[in-house]
């Protein structure tokens, strides 16, 4: 293996270099600026292109599980001034209110409880993702890296929080998981094309629901349970499963 690093002009990498580029069997971790390039050229990549195209767009990611029939809360997306003035012709409060695109870490993620917030949160520019709100104080996040899953666990959020998000407050729990959950979570990143991806999952009266796929999911998990990950993708490059 050999880093190259990212240059936005490709004229900067040296003849040597190019010829590295193209007699890799696989570039990792292309960027997204190099992606769609390597992907064209018909050179393997990883993350899939797929990862990078999915990678913080709310938007899409819901599209794509209603195109599969992946179990997902019910959702809809209001463009423009006009569609938004007819959110809660679809929704009761209260609902949950996202930013849909370039937002992680829990943040731009609001519970809409009254039409007064509900006025705050579409003074936001862009389109109004709504959700509907499925009481839980836990979900899941399950990480898949190639075909496996790399690790699992409870997110737990902490007293009066509605998100889950370790950056909001939540907690780690090792618990069991279910296997329906880790079978959801498999079967999502096969149908996807997500090889790198840490997929949240809720279980709702019986059923399991993916919530997000996270394409730049933390690595707190890794460390909780004493997995260097630098070294574990060193690992799985090695034995020939990324």
Not at 82 to 93: H, L, S
Not at 159 to 177: A, C, H, V, Y
Not at 215 to 242: A, C, D, H, W
Request: charged share 20%; with cysteine.
């Amino acid at each position: 293996m050999q880093t190259l690093g990212f240059r936005p002009n490709f004229c900067d990498y040296t003849d040597k270099e190019v010829d590295l580029i193209n007699n890799a069997g696989t570039i990792y971790w292309p960027t997204a600026f190099y992606a769609d390039l390597f992907t064209t050229m018909g050179k393997r990549i990883f993350p899939s292109i797929n990862n990078y195209a999915f990678a913080l767009d709310k938007i899409k990611q819901t599209a794509m599980f209603k195109l599969l029939d992946i179990p997902h809360p019910g959702t809809r997306i209001f463009y423009g001034r006009r569609q938004k003035q007819a959110v809660t012709d679809f929704f009761d409060f209260p609902f949950v209110a996202k930013i849909p695109r370039g937002s992680a870490r829990g943040q731009g993620i609001f519970l809409i409880k009254t039409q007064e917030e509900l006025a705050t949160y579409l003074k936001l520019p862009g389109p109004a993702y709504i959700q509907e709100y499925l009481p839980a104080t836990r979900d899941m996040r399950v990480i898949i890296i190639g075909k496996e899953i790399a690790l699992a666990f409870w997110r737990v959020a902490k007293k009066g929080e509605f998100r889950t998000n370790l950056s909001q407050g939540g907690i780690i729990d090792f618990s069991p998981l279910p296997c329906q959950a880790l079978e959801l979570a498999l079967e999502t990143a096969s149908q996807c094309n997500w090889n790198d991806v840490g997929l949240d999952i809720m279980e709702h009266q019986g059923r399991f629901l993916v919530l997000e796929a996270n394409m730049k999911y933390g690595t707190q998990g890794f460390k909780t349970v004493g997995i260097n990950y630098k070294r574990m993708l060193e690992s799985l490059i090695v034995q020939g499963k990324i």
